[in-house]
């Protein structure tokens, strides 16, 4: 399927310097890629600044704060006393970050709190991670795989790339529905990570979120390969 960075793909032979001497050929490795990371809004494609993914993932811990011990949980997002408040205090209400979600030009905050629940029920943190870390993992080593440095957007682990992609597509969400019986938004939105140097494609991953409609929660943030929901 033709994505819209696929139209923007150049030809990379001329970055290739290929000669024959003596009957070998010579090639000329490649300088990294410059990678940005573009969303989709109302048919329009976007940048996704750095920042939505920083002040997503540190904006909430305390500089003196130590990781948890768990390597499980170590990561930018939430720190030991997060963590122990969440999973053995179960303050389901503690904040680990915080989302703007525009509509009619009103914005209303969207936080992602500890919760309740396990993967298959609940809301939150718990749910998300419960039900969720893998896929959010997968997408992580996918792009890295791809050549992006996620330690350059203050990404440390699967679930800073999840909150500040959770971020964007609250922000940028390219579709969204509300469901008056349940009492929630739901958005969706594609990712693309494109090669500033070349304009190309490098990688894409789908983004599905929601949130509560008569409430700040976060109910969940999951890759997704749906375009509704």
Not at 66 to 86: H, K, N
């Amino acid at each position: 399927m033709r994505t819209p960075f696929k139209s923007l793909a150049i030809a990379v032979g001329a970055a290739l310097v290929s000669s024959l001497s003596a009957g070998a050929a010579v090639a000329v490795e490649l300088p990294p890629p410059d990678i940005a990371i573009f969303t989709s809004s109302n048919g329009t494609l976007v940048e996704v600044p750095k920042s939505t993914f920083q002040e997503s993932t540190i904006r909430l811990r305390g500089e003196n704060s130590s990781a948890p011990s768990d390597p499980g949980v170590a990561s930018r997002l939430i720190d030991w006393d997060q963590w122990f408040g969440c999973f053995s205090l179960n303050n389901e209400s503690d904040v680990f970050a915080s989302y703007t979600f525009y509509y009619n030009g009103v914005g209303k905050d969207v936080r992602l709190k500890c919760g309740a629940g396990n993967g298959t029920s609940g809301w939150g943190y718990k749910h998300i991670r419960d039900g969720k870390e893998a896929r959010w993992q997968e997408k992580l080593d996918a792009a890295k795989a791809a050549g992006w440095k996620p330690q350059e957007w203050g990404v440390q682990s699967w679930d800073d790339l999840m909150s500040g992609a959770t971020a964007g597509v609250i922000l940028y969400p390219d579709y969204l529905s509300h469901s008056a019986v349940g009492n929630k938004w739901c958005a969706n939105n594609e990712f693309y990570l494109l090669d500033r140097k070349t304009n190309r494609e490098l990688y894409s991953f789908r983004v599905e979120a929601a949130w509560a409609s008569d409430s700040d929660r976060l109910i969940t943030s999951f890759p997704s390969n749906r375009t509704y929901c």
